[in-house]
């Protein structure tokens, strides 16, 4: 995303693929996840959280992920992620994922090394960062247990939307990330809005206080879902980040092959500075 510049954006070319893959029910393509030809399976018109890979179950975002991973490492959206794990491999990079039984996690919990992987998921207020629940690490990203300067690289994938402080948890995140290090994530985004949207906070007492109507995500560990605290816009961002001292930067991503389809497609990369 380039602020003052005009979007190259095919609309039209994104209409036709979506209907005919709607359509159709399936896209051939090629997973990144798992790094073979695929066929994608298309069963619903919310495409970012759908086209479905038969090889890997990776959703559309998780491709986008991925792609955001390589730019930020090789300079390009084109490696696979078993690509990206060889080169975390050789260089002893360590990587935390704020979750713990995604599609992409499980992947780097196969081909990672012991010891450079760390996985997390989030059980509640009554559970202190460190602390293992069910054998998984729970860490709340406001105030993790870990050290200063522990990671090469850091992913969320639709986290942060549902911490009460996103603010914090941005600059807690890049206290745990080692100077040069990248930070990519995906999160619910506004990319023309001037300033996030915030639906829901908490009071002086941790209570919840609803700002709009309350908007729920589906929620493995949660049957009531997960609240949705904020929606984020690109200005605010870039202005949080850089004036961490960090570089800062969006991507939209679309691609028939890889099976990204939608204008939504949209993921995030911060490389620490400092």
Not at 151 to 163: N, Q
Not at 215 to 240: C, S, T, W
Request: charged letters at 25%.
């Amino acid at each position: 995303m380039q602020p003052g510049r005009e979007s190259q954006f095919d609309h039209d070319l994104d209409a036709r693929v979506k209907e005919q893959a709607l359509r159709r029910g399936t896209l051939k393509g090629f997973c990144n996840v798992s790094g073979r030809a695929t066929e994608f399976i298309v069963s619903s018109d919310n495409l970012r959280e759908n086209v479905i890979s038969k090889h890997s179950s990776s959703i559309n975002r998780h491709r986008q992920l991925v792609c955001t991973v390589s730019v930020a490492i090789f300079g390009h959206p084109r490696a696979t992620l078993g690509e990206i794990a060889a080169h975390v491999n050789k260089n002893r990079w360590k990587v935390y994922m704020a979750e713990a039984n995604s599609v992409v996690s499980t992947f780097l919990k196969r081909h990672l090394k012991t010891g450079l992987l760390v996985c997390s998921e989030y059980f509640g207020p009554a559970h202190q960062s460190g602390d293992v629940v069910n054998g998984i690490l729970h860490q709340d990203l406001q105030r993790t247990s870990f050290a200063n300067d522990t990671f090469d690289v850091i992913i969320t994938s639709e986290v942060l939307e549902h911490v009460p402080d996103a603010l914090a948890a941005e600059k807690e995140l890049m206290r745990i990330l080692k100077p040069g290090g990248i930070y990519c994530f995906t999160v619910p985004f506004a990319p023309v809005h001037e300033h996030d949207i915030v639906y829901a906070d908490l009071d002086e007492h941790g209570n919840t206080r609803y700002l709009a109507e309350p908007q729920f995500h589906l929620d493995p560990l949660r049957p009531e879902g997960a609240l949705v605290y904020r929606i984020f816009a690109f200005n605010d961002m870039k202005r949080r980040f850089e004036t961490m001292g960090h570089e800062f930067k969006s991507f939209r991503f679309w691609s028939e092959s890889v099976g990204i389809l939608g204008s939504d497609c949209w993921a995030h990369m911060v490389r620490k500075f400092c």
